[in-house]
């Protein structure tokens, strides 16, 4: 995710506004359709309908609390553990893969990302084997994609649809969990890439939790955050909480929030809210999803990405199950169809060796063996028409 960070009342050059509208491409394509259906739905009260309140407060406090444990160094400190030792470097290469895969999970497939490629990138510089750099990350952003999808909590756009279709939590798992496993299947594969031979892996600096009391916190407020996306606590006293603990303990964690995602589930909500008042794209738009949502999910992901896709397509079909997978494996494919994918290669550009083009190849390669795969296991479990 990448946040928006202009200052109020400065004047910005025309190369740096273009620089910032093509860094929120995401976000200024939701402000641009909100504005278009304005025309058609002029602006009224009936806008604060469209609204999911709960899915923006909860996206808000994942968001922060998330940053605050990551920036106490916890990641980086499970991270070194794990990693450190004499290890083959196939089993090397699994480690780096698993963390984002089973990191999403829990704090999402971008901020995994954020966390777990930097550290690929140094580890492989270290122990010399640089010219793996192209493959880990490619493998570690499959993984964040595909690990996210296992959970209500692990992208935006399973939290949305997750709330608002009410889906109960076995009902989730049961849609999800065999894509997932067929995932790590796939990713545990890619693990024979590597050539096997042992290293040694040390860190001459140590990394340690600089505030624990934080993580403590920030870990209660994380479970807190849970029990509300399992609807046993209202979000308004997570986020009453959350806000609290900002205020009183860590008011740093105001500016780490990605307040570019919400301003774009507003716009898309406003968007889709529109759409669904006209009555001939609502017709239009119901008939296609009621052809195939499933295809039309990736498809539509593959051009807009996962999380305005979902957002879009919900107003018009109520097979969550299809809208649900769709949008997730859909999340596969082309560099822009999760936004997360985004954040890996910008990463990688930045390194010393970086050849983006070998890169792109490699990862769309990887991404459409991995669609295909999911989209014939789609076929064979009966959710393709």
């Given at each position: 995710?990448m946040?928006?960070?202009?200052?109020?009342?400065?004047?910005?050059?025309?190369?740096?506004?273009?620089?910032?509208?093509?860094?929120?491409?995401?976000?200024?394509?939701?402000?641009?359709?909100?504005?278009?259906?304005?025309?058609?739905?002029?602006?009224?009260?009936?806008?604060?309908?469209?609204?999911?309140?709960?899915?923006?407060?909860l996206?808000?406090?994942?968001m922060?609390?998330?940053?605050?444990?990551?920036?106490?160094?916890?990641?980086?400190?499970?991270?070194?553990?794990?990693?450190?030792?004499?290890?083959?470097?196939?089993?090397?290469?699994l480690?780096?893969?698993l963390?984002?895969?089973?990191?999403?999970?829990?704090?999402?497939?971008?901020?995994?990302?954020l966390?777990?490629v930097?550290?690929?990138?140094?580890?492989?510089?270290?122990i010399?084997?640089?010219?793996?750099?192209?493959?880990?990350i490619t493998?570690?952003?499959?993984?964040?994609?595909?690990g996210?999808?296992?959970?209500?909590?692990?992208?935006?756009?399973?939290?949305?649809l997750?709330?608002?279709?009410?889906?109960?939590?076995?009902?989730?798992?049961?849609?999800?969990?065999p894509?997932?496993?067929?995932?790590?299947?796939?990713?545990?594969?890619?693990?024979?890439l590597?050539?096997?031979?042992?290293?040694?892996?040390?860190?001459d600096?140590?990394?340690?939790i600089s505030?624990?009391r934080?993580v403590?916190?920030?870990?209660g407020?994380?479970?807190?955050?849970?029990?509300?996306?399992?609807h046993?606590?209202?979000?308004g006293?997570?986020?009453?909480?959350?806000?609290?603990a900002?205020?009183?303990?860590?008011?740093?964690?105001?500016?780490?929030?990605?307040?570019?995602?919400?301003?774009?589930?507003?716009?898309?909500?406003?968007?889709?809210?529109?759409?669904?008042?006209?009555?001939?794209?609502?017709?239009?738009?119901?008939?296609?999803?009621d052809?195939?949502?499933?295809?039309?999910?990736?498809?539509?992901?593959?051009?807009?990405?996962?999380?305005?896709?979902?957002?879009?397509?919900?107003?018009?079909?109520?097979?969550?199950?299809?809208?649900?997978?769709?949008v997730?494996?859909?999340g596969?494919?082309?560099?822009?169809?999760s936004?997360?994918?985004?954040?890996?290669?910008?990463?990688?550009?930045?390194?010393?060796?970086?050849?983006?083009?070998?890169?792109?190849?490699?990862?769309?390669?990887?991404?459409?063996?991995?669609?295909?795969?999911?989209?014939a296991?789609?076929?064979?479990?009966?959710h393709?028409?």
């Amino acid at each position: 995710m990448m946040k928006v960070d202009i200052p109020l009342f400065t004047r910005q050059s025309p190369a740096s506004l273009w620089s910032r509208v093509k860094q929120e491409a995401v976000l200024v394509t939701a402000f641009v359709c909100a504005v278009i259906t304005m025309f058609f739905v002029p602006p009224s009260p009936g806008y604060v309908d469209y609204m999911d309140f709960r899915v923006l407060a909860l996206l808000f406090c994942l968001m922060v609390v998330v940053a605050g444990v990551q920036s106490c160094g916890l990641f980086d400190v499970l991270a070194q553990k794990l990693l450190s030792g004499s290890k083959s470097i196939r089993f090397l290469g699994l480690l780096l893969i698993l963390m984002p895969f089973i990191g999403s999970m829990l704090i999402t497939n971008d901020v995994a990302l954020l966390a777990f490629v930097p550290f690929a990138i140094v580890v492989l510089d270290m122990i010399g084997r640089s010219q793996y750099l192209i493959l880990v990350i490619t493998a570690q952003t499959l993984a964040a994609n595909l690990g996210s999808m296992a959970t209500p909590i692990g992208n935006p756009q399973n939290l949305f649809l997750y709330s608002k279709y009410h889906i109960s939590i076995s009902s989730f798992f049961a849609a999800m969990l065999p894509y997932t496993l067929l995932s790590l299947l796939g990713l545990l594969l890619m693990v024979f890439l590597f050539k096997k031979e042992s290293i040694e892996v040390r860190f001459d600096t140590p990394k340690t939790i600089s505030n624990p009391r934080q993580v403590y916190l920030m870990s209660g407020l994380f479970l807190l955050c849970l029990l509300s996306v399992l609807h046993v606590v209202h979000y308004g006293i997570v986020l009453a909480f959350v806000l609290a603990a900002m205020l009183l303990f860590a008011r740093d964690l105001f500016r780490k929030a990605d307040y570019s995602l919400l301003a774009t589930f507003v716009f898309f909500f406003i968007c889709a809210g529109n759409i669904g008042q006209i009555e001939q794209i609502r017709h239009f738009l119901s008939a296609i999803m009621d052809k195939s949502t499933l295809v039309s999910s990736i498809l539509a992901s593959q051009v807009i990405s996962n999380v305005p896709a979902a957002v879009l397509l919900s107003g018009f079909t109520e097979r969550w199950k299809e809208l649900l997978i769709g949008v997730n494996i859909g999340g596969l494919g082309t560099l822009i169809a999760s936004l997360a994918s985004l954040i890996s290669f910008k990463l990688y550009v930045k390194t010393a060796e970086a050849r983006p083009f070998k890169y792109l190849g490699v990862f769309t390669l990887a991404n459409a063996a991995g669609l295909l795969v999911l989209i014939a296991a789609a076929a064979v479990w009966n959710h393709l028409p």
